[in-house]
């Protein structure tokens, strides 16, 4: 009788401890997983104004290519498409600096056209005063960002850098890798659109819309608590609504 009492308190402890390494602690301020049509399925905080780090990126890239310029033109050392690929898939603060610094009308209307996309977007709580993301005045909110992401997927060029877990860049005579600031690309899921970010005002943040076993999901989170958590929250979110 004895026995049989420790075995079944031994099972029920194997399984209370499975349960907590497979658990996922979500320590971001504000979140959402949505389907892929923008329909929210469960959230937290999502009408807060937050910095939003390097997600601007994604906004500097739309404009870039809605000016329709030359993605083959060499801006030293690389070209317009390389430095679109490295602000993407590296989250290259340099490469969004010359995109914007290159755009037809500068650095100042590459600016104002950001704003006014996300007037037309729909999205009256969203700002940027730079491209990169560094600035903690470059903000949004969790829902607004649904609207970033539905956007971004209608560009090829994004679609393609968002499922890149690297891209390679020949300059002269050597080739040079970069990374995704997305580990789990390539791993598993099939991405559509995905811009990490982090600054220490923003925290670790994250918009990815990808196809998963469960259907199409959007996952937007912002101030995470640090670069380390927001890949495991994110994906975690992403499988569990």
């Not at 971001?28 to 807060?48: P, R, T, Y």
């Not at 977007?121 to 005045?137: A, D, K, Q, R």
């Not at 998963?212 to 999901?217: A, E, K, L, M, P």
Request: overall charge positive; proline content about 3%.
């Amino acid at each position: 009788m004895y026995n049989k009492f420790m075995i079944r308190l031994f099972l029920l402890i194997s399984l209370l401890l499975s349960s907590l390494a497979h658990s996922t602690t979500i320590t971001a301020k504000s979140w959402l997983v949505a389907d892929g049509n923008g329909n929210i399925l469960q959230s937290e905080n999502i009408n807060e104004i937050r910095s939003i780090a390097s997600i601007t990126k994604l906004m500097t890239v739309m404009v870039v290519l809605d000016a329709q310029q030359d993605l083959k033109e060499v801006i030293k050392p690389y070209t317009r498409k390389e430095l679109i690929q490295l602000a993407l898939v590296h989250s290259d603060n340099h490469a969004a600096e010359i995109l914007c610094n290159n755009y037809p009308s500068g650095r100042e209307g590459c600016i104002k056209a950001m704003n006014r996309k996300a007037e037309l977007l729909n999205m009256p709580n969203t700002h940027y005063i730079e491209p990169t993301g560094l600035s903690v005045f470059n903000v949004s909110t969790a829902t607004e960002l649904i609207k970033l992401v539905l956007a971004a997927k209608e560009y090829p060029e994004i679609v393609t850098a968002s499922s890149s877990s690297q891209v390679k860049i020949k300059n002269r005579k050597k080739w040079f890798i970069f990374n995704n600031t997305n580990p789990i690309i390539g791993k598993k899921h099939e991405f559509i659109v995905s811009k990490t970010g982090y600054i220490k005002a923003a925290g670790g943040c994250i918009v990815m819309m990808l196809n998963t076993d469960i259907g199409q999901r959007i996952v937007i989170l912002l101030g995470s608590k640090n670069t380390h958590t927001r890949i495991p929250e994110a994906d975690f979110i992403s499988e569990k609504y």
